[in-house]
Antibody
Framework: QVQLVQSGPEVKKPGASVKVSCKAS????????IHWVRQAPGQRLEWMGW????????KYSQRFQGRVTITRDTSASTAYMELSSLISEDTSVYYC????????????WGQGTLVTVSS | SYELTQPPSVSVSPGQTASITCSGD??????ACWYQQKPGQSPVLVIY???KRPSGIPERFSGSNSGNTATLTISGTQAMDEADYYC?????????FGGGTKLTVL
């Protein structure tokens, strides 16, 4: 079955960048899309963007445009989310989730990666 | 930008029916789905394409979507259903989440 395994927790200083990985297993092709969603402590889910695992097309939330970059390495079945110019308000759990092409929902989720931004 | 509005909290007694709404402009023209999230855990899909249940989700979970409102209904609510629930839809190739509803079973 599909499983998403994310990289471990990170602590960063303000102004730095963070790169979180998400390794997918259980897919027989690249016909899926990987999304990144974050959740600040006690707050709502916030969508950041997606990448098509097949053709690497991306779409980013306007809120993060210019600060987030989502990439993928098909040979490693891994997607990456890099967020730059970190501020304390970026302290959140970052999730990856997958969507099968043509389906409008996020079916599988990673375990989440806590990113703490603190001086 | 497109917005989905949910009530912050809903309370229900065990065994009763809980309804959680999600409102958005012409939401009935889109597919809505719902996620359940328990403390310290990742979200879990409970309803997709308005009315469908993924395998493993109990039959007491159901959904509807018409006009400007999608609704998640939990019949015979159990203590284990206490969680945060988020609706989600798409708008112009972007994912939109509702603000979340805390369901309390008391």
């Amino acid at each position: 079955q599909v499983q998403l395994v994310q990289s471990g927790p990170e602590v960063k200083k303000p102004g730095a960048s963070v790169k979180v990985s998400c390794k997918a297993s259980g897919y027989t092709s690249t016909s899926y899309v990987i999304h990144w969603v974050r959740q600040a402590p006690g707050q709502r889910l916030e969508w950041m963007g997606w990448i098509n695992a097949g053709n690497a097309n991306t779409k980013y939330s306007q809120r993060f445009q210019g600060r987030v970059t989502i990439t993928r390495d098909t040979s490693a079945s891994t997607a990456y989310m890099e967020l730059s110019s970190l501020i304390s308000e970026d302290t959140s759990v970052y999730y990856c989730a997958t969507q099968s092409q043509g389906k409008p929902h996020l079916e599988h989720w990673g375990q989440g990666t806590l990113v703490t931004v603190s001086s | 930008s497109y917005e989905l509005t949910q009530p912050p909290s809903v309370s229900v007694s065990p065994g009763q029916t809980a309804s959680i709404t999600c409102s958005g402009d012409k939401l009935g023209n889109k597919y809505a789905c719902w996620y359940q999230q328990k403390p310290g855990q990742s979200p879990v899909l409970v309803i997709y394409e308005n009315i469908k249940r993924p395998s493993g989700i109990p039959e007491r979970f159901s959904g509807s979507n018409s006009g400007n409102t999608a609704t998640l209904t939990i019949s015979g609510t159990q203590a284990m259903d206490e969680a945060d629930y988020y609706c989600q839809a798409w708008d112009r190739n972007s994912v939109v989440f509702g603000g979340g509803t805390k369901l309390t079973v008391l």
